[in-house]
């Protein structure tokens, strides 16, 4: 049993809560914290169900908090492995244009890269390419050495272990079911009891805007769920990919764009793709969530983002249904590749906050409201940037929240 008195809640476990509940630890030793998780286990959806790469930070607007918490955050989190013997690589990667349209943009790139302090980016040709990748093909890569992969699963369960030996508690099973806000607390209601706390962060992902309108707040957007589809190559072609070949990214959606990867167990990927998913929590095409289903479809901004961009939606979902189109995706960076080299492989969901105007909200985004902050964008590279965004939380929160005072 746990007690039932807190000086903060936080609502999610994965790499996002449970990366401040660590910092929370470190920060404030004294103070009494509860992280509830609805599912038996940390890490059961974004977090456990990603691409595995330690980004460099090479893709993000300069001066933005995904650019400055992701170059850190690439570092802490390779020394967080290095210190606590979690399998990672820094294994480098090539940005590969096969388009002389795709020129301009990855030399973009490469000074966004250097603006964000990055080191050791070279544009290369297509015979030094071959000596990196020796399988890939195009007219000009950029190499971006601290590129690396790790399991973000395992590091998941290190925090948790972390956090319950300087004295956290992190609650499995125990989703957050309502919230009351009362003048001098909060109480979050779960099946395995009622909590109250002076201070509660919502890290819940793809249901943090629903977490926001339980504790009686406008989050402003809505989460809509795209899932990514990855093929596995079969072991005998894994040899195909060394590291990590990715196409040059279209400034509008960076995340769109299959890739290769090799991941710290030595299997090798192709993918995600982005399809819109029908249930929050949706790993298959036959999972649909009708309440899900219907917060998307109602959306205003769903219909303004649908308008402006089918035509890349229509492209993914091709890629989704037909295994030619993902491979003729996929060939114009690996030429070899072929069909009966892939198997299907697994799937995550993307938590995407989109805005009224049906534009996708790019940076991260905290938002405090009294007692409560609420975690309601962290996509893509929050993985990466866990610690350093447990930082920046904290920071928020120590002064919102008045965690400083409580300690
Ligand atoms: C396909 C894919 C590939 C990606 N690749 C990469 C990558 O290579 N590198 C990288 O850095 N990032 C990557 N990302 C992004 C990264 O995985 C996410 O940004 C990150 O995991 C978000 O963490 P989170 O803790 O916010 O969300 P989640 O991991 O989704 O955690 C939220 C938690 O809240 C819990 N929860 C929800 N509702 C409740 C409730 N009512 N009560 C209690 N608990 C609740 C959920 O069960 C869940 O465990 C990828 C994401 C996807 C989907």
Known sequence: MTDSRYQVIIIGAGVVGLGVALEITRRFPDLRLLVLEKEPAVARHQSGHNSGVIHSGVYYKPGSLKARLCVSGAAAMIEFCREHSIPHSVCGKVIVATDPEELPRLENLRRRGEANGLTGLRLIGPEELREIEPHARGLQALVVPSTGTTDYTLVCEKYAELIAARGGTVLTSAPAAAIKRLPNEIIVETPRGAFSTTALINCAGLFSDRIARMAGDDPGIVIIPFRGEYYDLIPERAALVRALIYPVPDPQFPFLGVHFTRRITGKVDAGPNAVLALAREGYRHSDINLRDLASSLAYSGFWRMARQHWRNGLGEWRRSLSKPAFVRALQRLLPEIREHDLIPGGSGVRAQALKPDGALVDDFQFVPSGKILHVLNVPSPAATAS?????????????????????
């Open 387 to 407: 610690l350093t965004i447990g930082q920046a939380i904290v920071d928020t929160a120590a002064t919102s929240l008045g965690l400083a005072q409580d300690a």
